[in-house]
């Protein structure tokens, strides 16, 4: 059996992705360990998730702050080596940059096979809290690493693109689908009675809380209208300020929402909203997994023109694409959506066809065993 060694600067709580390449594996015959950074100690240090193995670092640093992050990262690469050198592996798996550079020198010392997991364009990613000369070094850096990978995996068409520009000698791109399931009617029910009790059009948005999202604009726009429910779940800087314009009937606020259940929310849901800036190229350029969990819901989107999202729901047809920023245009589409049922219904049969036919976990894995098995 071929082992391999995940490395992730998260605690894996877990991430999604990362979860859900893990398992493909393990069902095809893989062993796979993750080392995951607990920066907060909040996790157990050992602890075997739905057959992955996970042994997480636990070095203290503070997130959203740039100045720990570098300073405690030398610790981190020092405890993943000390780690991998006592182990046994065939493959080192490296998600996104600030693990490379340690899996490069893992892989080199130990002859094995090296691959990087973009999940985002790094320097873009980290440009707002990081000063202009490290991003430039980050950005010379990861030119270098990509061009001493075995395999790149990446999330999209424009960043796959990128990479093969720096220098890549095999790259797939694995998006963010979802494995395609349904919920029971139950949970759907108790859910929708839960958040609706007065029966209103629901708009979801569960994922990260920060700006560029437009979620406080638009939630001022619900609050005004009043003919729709803005339900809003998930952690971030913006959690406060969410909170504080939620009045229970028009805007709910429900902070941080079990992975587990969020299919169900999904499919409780009338509209999904996707509306971050593009301005800022891993917006752009990336695809969030809410656009596909909610084409295999059969959940019409609003999402942001002029981003590769906004160019697949353009292309399959399952929502509305709007300027960023333009809170108006939004609850324009909203009541779009809202009145004309007949293209409501179109939308909601493009996004299942499109899901079946392409977005989903399914196809995406596939790739991914394929590309693992001419590796090794």
């Not at 594996?25 to 992955?52: C, F």
Request: with cysteine; net charge positive.
């Amino acid at each position: 059996m071929k082992k391999i060694l995940m490395l992730l600067s998260n605690p894996f709580r877990p991430d999604v992705r990362v979860y859900k390449e893990a398992i493909s594996l393990i069902e095809n015959g893989y062993d796979v360990t993750i080392i995951a950074w607990d920066r907060g100690k909040r996790y157990p240090k050992i602890e075997v998730v739905d057959k992955i193995k996970v042994e997480r670092v636990q070095i203290h640093s503070a997130y959203s702050n740039f100045l720990s992050f570098i300073l405690k990262l030398p610790l981190f690469w020092l405890a993943v080596f000390t780690t991998m050198v006592k182990k046994d592996f065939d493959v080192v798996h490296c998600h996104d940059f600030d693990t490379l550079p340690i899996g490069f020198l893992i892989a080199k010392f130990r002859r094995k096979k090296l691959i990087y997991d973009a999940h985002e364009w790094y320097s873009r990613m980290i440009s707002e809290t990081t000063p202009k000369f490290i991003l430039r070094m980050v950005d010379i850096a990861e030119k270098y690493f990509v061009k001493k990978t075995d395999l790149v995996i990446t999330v999209s068409d424009p960043f796959a693109k990128i990479f093969r520009e720096y220098g890549a000698k095999k790259i797939i791109v694995t998006m963010n689908c979802p494995f395609i399931e349904h919920p029971s009617s139950k949970s759907i029910d108790e859910i929708r009675s839960k958040i609706n009790p007065s029966n209103k059009q629901v708009i979801l948005y569960i994922g990260v809380l920060e700006p560029e999202r437009n979620l406080e604009e638009i939630a001022d726009a619900v609050l005004k209208k009043k003919d729709f429910l803005f339900v809003i779940g998930g952690f971030g800087s913006l959690e406060n300020t969410l909170k504080g314009k939620s009045d229970g009937e028009n805007v709910v606020f429900m902070g941080q929402v079990n992975p587990k259940d969020v299919p169900a929310y999904i499919f409780a849901a009338d509209i999904l909203v996707i509306t971050y800036d593009p301005s800022n190229p891993n917006n752009k350029l990336n695809v969030p997994n809410k656009l596909f969990e909610a084409m295999a819901a059969g959940k019409p989107v609003v999402v942001t023109k002029n981003s590769e999202a906004g160019m697949i729901v353009r292309k399959k047809r399952c929502g509305i694409a709007v300027d960023y920023f333009n809170p108006d245009e939004v609850i324009s589409a909203f009541y779009s959506l809202k009145n004309d049922k007949k293209i409501y219904a179109e939308l909601s049969v493009n996004g299942i066809k499109a899901s079946k036919e392409m977005y989903n976990w399914g196809i995406m894995e596939k790739r991914l065993i394929d590309a693992y098995a001419d590796m090794m």
